[in-house]
């Protein structure tokens, strides 16, 4: 597996809010990664942090965080900006935070590209859209150049969006829920395309998303996020066979047979909600939550194995869990 991009120990703040607290994450060349976790567990800030886009005022620190063995920490923005859109781009639950909605789309699909490569012409750039928004299932794409946001659908937006995020080829793509906003038809048909998109070109996804059915079909492995930590990551079949964290457990918990995920299926639902941790908290965060919590979660979380590439963070190793600490 050869590894695209790093997140080792990122931290992102808020003020007093600690939204990611030591999250890891490796997303390797050509896979299509899920990151999945209730709301408000730091997925977005995640993905926001990677991409160099937090708002003003958040504090970011990470032990690595490397796209194609670059380090993006001490990255000027401008050199950020660069790699935007270029060779890893980002896609948004709701299309309007990308697309301007006084622009057509074909000038912003241009833009796109004249940007990052000075060196195109005009006539190339509109080829590339026409192409793009033809691979995205788009009919009539040079009439569709012509027409602003506004004028698309809420699934030709997505089509549209997803069209200007691979102007220029990137080989990370970064979809933060992309099709919850959508009715369940087109979110197939969006998903469907996101996968083909995925084999044909080789490139590699992050895939934020809710929806259990879409993990077991489309993702080639699970990270698991829980309160601004990865709890568990995993080959997909590996997870849904033989989930480890506690809290994986719990999300997984209304799927009757690994495998057999119904389309539609939501993640399940745990008794309370994802606590605010407050600074200088120690152990485990879900502890207050675990039906197996026991004095010892207060302390520091060891990170065990649980197999190939199968890793998850939990104080008791309780006897499902058969598993080792990993040596540090
Ligand atoms: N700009 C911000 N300012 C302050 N807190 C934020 C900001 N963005 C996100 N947060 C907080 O960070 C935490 C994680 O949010 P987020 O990454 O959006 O969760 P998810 O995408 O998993 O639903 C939440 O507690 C949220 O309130
Ligand atoms: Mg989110």
């Given at each position: 597996m050869s590894a695209l991009l790093e997140v080792a120990g990122l931290h992102v703040r808020f003020g007093e809010v600690?939204?990611?607290?030591g999250a890891s994450l490796v997303v390797a060349r050509g896979e299509t990664h899920c990151l999945v976790g209730e709301s408000g567990c730091g997925k977005s800030v995640t993905a926001l942090a990677v991409m160099g886009l937090l708002a003003r005022g958040a504090r970011r620190a990470a032990e690595r965080l490397a796209f194609a063995g670059q380090d993006l920490r001490d990255l000027s923005d401008r050199a950020m900006s660069r790699l935007r859109g270029d060779r890893m781009a980002m896609i948004f639950q709701e299309p309007m935070t990308s697309l301007?909605?006084?622009?057509?789309i074909g000038s912003q699909m241009t833009e796109v590209l004249r940007r990052h490569r000075p060196g195109a012409t005009r006539a190339q750039a509109v080829d590339r859209a026409v192409e793009l928004l033809g691979r995205v299932g788009i009919t009539a794409p040079g009439m569709r150049l012509g027409q602003y946001p506004h004028q698309l659908s809420g699934g030709l937006r997505q089509r549209v969006m997803i069209a200007m995020a691979l102007m220029c080829e990137p080989e990370l793509l970064i979809a933060d829920?992309?099709?919850?906003?959508?009715?369940v038809t087109v979110q197939a048909q969006i998903l469907r395309l996101l996968a083909g998109l995925q084999r044909d070109l080789g490139l590699a996804i992050l895939l934020i998303t809710h929806d259990l059915g879409i993990v077991a079909r489309v993702a080639h492995r699970v990270s698991v996020m829980y309160a601004g930590e990865v709890v568990e990551s995993a080959p997909t079949a590996a997870l849904f066979a033989a989930p480890r964290h506690p809290y994986t457990r719990g999300l997984l918990s209304c799927v009757p047979v690994p495998g057999k995920v119904r389309r539609d299926q939501p993640l399940g639902s745990i008794p309370g909600v994802v606590p605010r941790i407050p600074p200088g908290f120690a152990g485990c965060a879900f502890r207050d939550r675990?039906?197996?919590?026991?004095?010892?979660?207060?302390g520091d979380v060891p990170r065990r194995a649980a197999g190939p590439e199968h890793e998850f963070l939990c104080t008791l190793a309780p006897d499902w869990a058969r598993a080792e600490p990993v040596a540090a």
């Open positions: 600690a939204a990611v607290r301007n909605p006084s622009y057509t829920e992309p099709t919850t906003a959508l009715d675990c039906a197996h919590a026991r004095a010892e979660c207060s």
